[in-house]
Nanobody, 130 residues
Framework: EVQVVESGGGSVQAGGSLRLSCTAS????????IAWFRQAPGKEREGVGC????????NYVDSVKGRFTISSDNAKSTTYLQMNSLKPEDTAVYYC???????????????????????WGQGTQVTVSS
C-alpha cells in the first residue's frame, strides 16, 4: 500500500523560511518522480515543482524559482521542499504527489504538472503573513 505523508507546515512572516517533508512508502522511491502542488483558497491547484529521484533532476514553476528547492533523501524515502523568501502569495495547502508508475512524468520537461498523480498526501498548511 502506497502511503504519502507531508509535514512541516506552519505560519511565518514574509521573508521567512519553512521546510516541508514528504515521506512515502509502498513503492520503489528511488525510481519515481515526486511532485509538490499547492492550492490557495479560491484558486485552482498548481504545480510547485518536482524531482526525479533516479536522475536527481528538479523543475519549478516560475513563481518559486530561486526561492524554493526540492531535494530527496532516498535512504529515508523522503522528499523536502525548502521554501525561502516566502511571500504572502505562497499561502496555500501544500501537497506531495506520486504517480502510479515510475514511467510517469518527465520532471525535466514541460507538462510534469499536468500528469495524473495517483497518490497524494493529506496536505500541510503554509501561511505567510505580511
Amino acid at each position: 500500500e502506497v502511503q504519502v505523508v507531508e509535514s512541516g507546515g506552519g505560519s511565518v512572516q514574509a521573508g521567512g523560511s519553512l521546510r516541508l517533508s514528504c515521506t512515502a512508502s509502498g513503492f520503489a522511491f528511488d525510481d519515481y518522480v515526486i511532485a509538490w502542488f499547492r492550492q490557495a483558497p479560491g484558486k485552482e491547484r498548481e504545480g510547485v515543482g518536482c524531482i526525479s529521484n533516479s536522475e536527481d533532476i528538479t523543475n519549478y514553476v516560475d513563481s518559486v524559482k530561486g526561492r524554493f528547492t526540492i531535494s530527496s533523501d532516498n535512504a529515508k524515502s523522503t522528499t523536502y521542499l525548502q521554501m525561502n523568501s516566502l511571500k504572502p502569495e505562497d499561502t496555500a495547502v501544500y501537497y506531495c504527489a506520486v504517480p502510479s508508475s515510475q514511467f510517469g512524468p518527465i520532471c525535466g520537461a514541460p507538462g510534469w504538472d499536468g500528469f495524473i498523480y495517483t497518490y497524494w498526501g493529506q496536505g500541510t498548511q503554509v501561511t505567510v503573513s505580511s
